[in-house]
């Protein structure tokens, strides 16, 4: 089924951890997105990519890192995970169909550093 | 970039009143606007989006309006039910052009009180 899929749904880390987020998707879509988001809160965009090989950081600083080797996938890297890092992280992808631009979110990582 | 305000942070009414959340944007070139909506630990979903050529839109209970002079834009849900308890984002972007990341407002909390 065609959908976007973030691996793994909670992980507890310790304090200069590096890890790894997953995000890959079965849709095509050449835009892709990772948005950070504290429960209920604001969506906060920390990086996107237009497709293959193209990388930007978004309006908030983030100490994280990401890369768009394939179309379908698009990894999150922190490589020393700090308590302040501890929060739910957003993968979406997007696709321009006529006039309409429609955003498709996974069910996101929730992350905490201790 | 696009800058989008969005009011109230928090809108609570009771069970069958109306609704209405407001979003300004920055970029006169913004030509497309989405609402989405993120139920309790579920993943934002879009409900309803207008663009700039439409003055307003209608899907059953919602409604969005857009005054493109004044750069703002409203979400409307009348009949107000349990089940549209939810945080709800606007987003103003320009379609077509080049890829600038999908930018949210800082969300609404709706509570429907019964």
């Known amino acids: 089924e065609a959908d976007i899929y973030q691996t793994p749904r909670y992980l507890v880390i310790g304090t200069g951890k590096k890890i790894t987020l997953e995000c890959s998707q079965t849709m095509g879509h050449d835009k892709m997105y990772w948005y950070q988001q504290d429960p209920g809160m604001e969506l906060h965009l920390i990086h996107y990519?237009?497709?293959?090989?193209?990388?930007e950081k978004g309006d908030l600083s983030s100490e994280s890192t990401v890369s768009r080797i394939r179309t379908e996938h698009f990894p999150l890297t922190l490589e020393s995970a700090r308590p302040s890092h501890t929060s739910q992280y957003l993968c979406?992808?997007?696709?321009?169909?006529?006039?309409?631009?429609?955003?498709?979110f996974g069910q996101g990582t929730r992350l905490t550093v201790v | 970039g696009e800058n989008v305000e969005q009011h109230p942070s928090t809108l609570s009414v009771q069970e069958g009143d109306s609704a209405v959340i407001k979003c300004t944007y920055s970029d006169s070139a913004s030509n497309y606007f989405p609402w989405y909506k993120q139920e309790l630990g579920k993943r934002p979903q879009l409900i309803i989006d207008?663009?700039?050529?439409?003055g307003e839109k209608k899907d059953q209970r919602i409604a969005v309006t857009l005054n493109k002079t004044a750069k703002h834009f409203s979400l409307h849900i009348t009949e107000t039910q349990p089940e549209d308890s939810a945080v709800y984002f606007c987003?103003?972007?320009?379609?077509?052009?080049?890829?600038?990341?999908?930018?949210f407002g800082k969300g609404t909390h709706l509570i429907i009180q019964p």
């Open positions: 987003a103003a972007i320009f379609h077509g052009g080049g890829a600038d990341g999908l930018t």
């Open positions: 990519s237009y497709g293959v090989n193209s990388t």
């Open positions: 207008i663009r700039s050529n439409v």
């Open positions: 979406a992808s997007s696709v321009a169909r006529g006039w309409v631009t429609e955003a498709f």
